[in-house]
């Protein structure tokens, strides 16, 4: 194996707890702003997130609503809307520091880099969404960090399909078996199916949204609530020197 290179990040839920911090409250407020009387609270939102994308889930929320407007054409009109509306008031969030980095996550990302690793963000949400949390979080310069940035508006399919992770390993230049040399971390059960299909192992830190179950446990290379606390497999935090051990001794594979 010729070990460990690359890291490819995924950005809601495992960067940050940007689902209940940001994006919930951002679309009761897009709400509030079109005079609409709909609130989600996290029980909602916790379903209407088995759905990928922001506007695909405000259509299928209007789906169930009796006071939505009736024709699809309609429907269509104000999901785009509300999204508009909610990505500016997500923003806004971040901005004011509502959104955190979750705990370890800038510290793997800074040790990656410094060794020379590449990296990747890999995520269907909008590209304006991670322009605005990784320049609060990173800097304005934070594109510099990554070798590739795989957005939303880049692909036709979102997660769980593949598309997005395979866009962003040729971007990265890796080989056509990326298990030998990159790993993706994923906080949900989408994203390890999407990067799985992808022929990638998975870092799994599941999210205040997306417990991780026996299945997913199994199907990861690895599993811990988050970066700082590491897990069975990691003395401590999780580290780039210790993902690079742990690649060596255990091939990066699922349920390895």
Known sequence: MRGLRALLWDVDGTLAETERDGHLVAFNLAFAALGLPWRWDEA??????????????????????ADAPADPAGREALARELHRIKNLRYAEQVDAGLVQPRPGVLRLIAEARAAGARQAIVTTTSRANVDALLARMLGPDWRDTFTACVC????ERKKPDPQAHRLALAQLGLGADPRHEALALEDSEVGLQAADAAGLAVLLT?????????????????????????GAMFSGAVSWAGLCEQAG????????
Do not use: H, I, K, N
Not at 250 to 256: D, F, M
């Open 44 to 65: 909602r939102y916790a379903g209407l997130l088995r759905v990928t994308g922001g506007r695909e889930r405000l259509l299928r929320d209007m789906a169930d609503r």
């Open 152 to 155: 939303g508006e880049d692909v």
């Open 249 to 256: 001794r255990r091939a990066l594979r699922r349920g390895a």
């Open 206 to 230: 599941p999210s205040v949204f997306f417990p991780a179950t026996p299945d997913s446990r199994a199907r990861a290379w690895a599993c811990c609530a988050d970066l700082a606390q590491g």
